[in-house]
């Protein structure tokens, strides 16, 4: 005999069991000869080893299925535990492509292929750059990864931050303090996260810090460890901005840095930060480059031509 213990994360476990752990009773009658003990968020298991491994691929899935759908049903409960291998198998490839369940069950995946070798390149690295023009989806497939390794309680917390680079408007004219000053130029950050996490869920961690979203200068003097840290729009950090970032890298991390070098806010006198370390940085075991063009462009048809314009012209000036 063998015990194993599975820890769900979700507010409310009795949505999942079921009013009067109807749902639980339902599951547990299809694996009749292992032992099921659930304490709040903790699933105990106690029976044979092979039986555990099966039941804890068929929950897995289970638990997909309630954080796609918001809901549970024993018809779902029958088809995903009494689903036969090669069934589960499929099921469980599916899984891997989907980086997470956004609101209303929407599956966010990596779309183009330099977006999949950003998923491919964070498995086997602890730092990556994202280089592209806009709307290849270089903050939004970050976004996904850093959710994903979250839920998967691979890090403790998620840290997004941009640099306060006013691009051509002046923050010091807006209304309200400085994080009301700040949470409009940060909005592309909290678009992402609304997409992919309940309202209520979102609110909680950023209540409670496990997502922090902040701009770059508040990032001194800190060590990030156990986080998933993001650096948007890095073609606005300087070089010691930048190189101030990265040396907050503290143990069990990933780092995402992305920028758009087209698109620099930058006074003139500075050096964006994003060119230097691209030399500096390139042959470093456990960094990597990943390179983002117009076929990666995932927003309206016409963000592609722009971007392809706004190219040909650089070209025809240089």
Same mark, same amino acid.
């Given at each position: ?29 299809? %694996? ?10 903790? &699933? ?6 092979? @039986?555990?491994?099966?039941?804890? +691929? ?23 535990? @009494? ?8 099921? =469980? ?18 779309? =183009?292929?330099?977006?999949? +070798?950003? !998923? ?29 390794? $979250? ?5 403790? /917390?998620?840290? $997004? ?11 010091? %004219? ?11 130029? $940060? ?32 990032? /001194?003097?800190? =060590? ?37 070098? =087209?698109? &620099?806010?930058?006074? /003139? ?31 309206? +048809?016409? !963000? ?15």
């Amino acid at each position: 005999m063998s015990e194993s213990i599975i820890q769900i994360d979700m507010d409310n476990p009795v949505e999942f069991f079921g009013p009067g752990d109807k749902y639980l009773n339902h599951i547990k009658a299809i %694996f009749p000869t292992l032992k099921i003990i659930v304490r709040g968020n903790l &699933i105990k298991l106690i029976g044979e080893p092979s @039986e555990i491994v099966v039941f804890e +691929k068929r929950m897995d899935l289970l638990l997909v299925y309630f954080d796609r759908f918001g809901k549970m049903n024993e018809k779902a409960i029958v088809q995903i535990m @009494e689903q036969d291998d090669d069934t589960l198998t499929r099921g =469980t490839v599916q899984k891997e492509d989907v980086l997470v369940y956004g609101r209303h069950g929407k599956m966010i995946k990596a779309q =183009t292929p330099n977006q999949k +070798k950003m !998923v491919e390149s964070m498995a086997e690295n602890d730092m990556i750059f994202a280089i592209g023009p806009a709307g290849t989806g270089k903050t939004y497939t970050a976004v996904a990864l850093a959710i994903r390794a $979250l839920k998967n309680r691979e890090v403790k /917390r998620i840290i $997004l931050t941009r640099p306060a680079v006013e691009a051509g408007e002046s923050l010091g %004219f807006l209304p309200g303090d400085m994080k009301d000053k700040l949470d409009p130029y $940060l909005q592309p950050l909290y678009d992402a996260l609304r997409d992919m996490l309940p309202t209520q869920k979102l609110l909680t961690y950023l209540e409670d810090e496990t997502i922090e979203i902040a701009p770059l200068a508040y990032m /001194r003097g800190r =060590t990030l460890g156990n986080v998933f840290a993001i650096l948007d729009e890095a073609q606005n950090a300087s070089e010691s901005q930048l190189k101030m970032f990265l040396t907050r890298m503290g143990k069990n991390s990933k780092f995402i840095i992305t920028g758009d070098i =087209t698109q &620099i806010d930058l006074p /003139r006198h500075k050096s964006p930060g994003l060119f230097q370390v691209q030399r500096i940085l390139k042959n470093i075991k456990g960094i990597d480059f990943i390179y983002l063009n117009e076929k990666d462009i995932v927003r309206h +048809k016409l !963000v592609t031509r722009i971007v392809q314009a706004y190219q040909k012209n650089k070209e025809n000036e240089n």
